[in-house]
């Protein structure tokens, strides 16, 4: 879709938008800056946005610059949906500060997955048992967990190669090769420093599982993005999770994860439990 479809649906937005939430139309200056990038390549999103950014004045109102993001997001990436206007966990300083300060600078990808993360872990609160996670990484997952248990007993169990993926199967597409997201032991150290909750087991999954076989759980998070390590995961916790108990499986809903999806939906095809997934990709199991 070339620039020129996008000024003329900036142009009628505001009788398709008129009535809802009773906001106005963008103003004409949107309409005259995607005039003047239009002579930009159409399929350089940044450029583009880049152009639309710097182009609008402080004083252009805020649902003037969403619909306009909106409107362009349409029409280089259709697939692409917009939430609702005003959802109040993109004003969470306190959290954006915590992703701006773990995350690598620019990437937002995870952002709504870790806040759905932070806000499940209130539901196990109040649940005696640990918590684990498969595939730690970085450790802006572990964070939170550990931040979490703080005021409990309880400890972190972190497993990861941190030699990246074993070899996909077939099953697993072709998105993945072994030794993807290797990252070193230290970088996790460095994320979680200050923090003592938590214990670390480098190795394979599933071979240091057994080290904690005796101790209870009361929230999982699968990471791993593979058939194999998903469904070792599971076998392995789905015994030791306690009743009310969550698991977040963080890949299930992406398609560069078809094998973490079908390792899944084959472990709780026989289980009472159901697999709600989210729209973050993210899909959740509570233990009944």
């Keep these: ?44 999103a940044h450029t583009l946005l880049k152009a639309l950014k710097h182009g609008l004045s402080t004083e252009t109102a805020e649902w003037d610059r969403y619909i306009a ?14 939430s609702e206007y005003g959802r109040l966990f993109l004003e969470d300083r306190e959290f954006i ?13 995870s952002f709504d997955r870790k806040y759905t993360l932070r806000e499940l872990l209130r539901l196990v609160e109040h649940l005696d048992g640990d918590m684990a996670e498969c595939g ?27 030699e990246g993926l074993a070899d996909p199967l077939p099953v697993d597409g072709s998105y ?4 993807s997201l290797t990252t070193p032991e230290s970088a ?19 071979d240091r599982f057994g080290e904690i076989a005796d101790r209870q759980m009361r929230f999982v998070h699968i990471d791993v993005d593979l058939y194999e390590a998903t469904l070792s995961s599971l076998n392995f916790f789905y015994p030791n999770l306690v009743p009310g108990g969550i698991f977040l499986l963080d890949d299930y809903g992406f398609s560069s994860c078809p094998g973490a999806k079908q390792a899944a939906d084959e472990f709780f095809a026989a289980k009472p439990e159901q697999i709600a997934m989210l729209p973050t990709g993210q899909a959740i199991i509570v233990k009944q």
């Design 136 to 162: 730690a990484y970085k450790g802006a997952s572990a964070y939170l967990m550990c931040k979490a248990a703080e005021s409990t007993p309880s400890l972190v169990h972190l497993f990861d190669s941190f």
């Design 176 to 179: 993945w090769q072994r030794g």
């Design 188 to 206: 996790l150290h460095a994320t979680l420093e200050g923090l003592s909750n938590y214990r670390t087991y480098k190795g394979w999954i599933p």
């Design 69 to 82: 993001a909106e409107t362009l997001s349409t029409a280089i990436y259709p697939k692409y949906k917009f």
């Design 1 to 44: 879709m070339k620039l020129k479809t996008v000024v003329e649906r900036l142009s009628m937005m505001g009788g398709n938008r008129r009535n809802e939430r009773s906001r106005s139309a963008p103003n004409s200056e949107i309409c005259d800056l995607a005039l003047e990038i239009e002579g930009l390549a159409p399929n350089n």
């Design 97 to 109: 500060s915590y992703y701006e300060h773990i995350m690598d600078p620019g990437n937002w990808h």
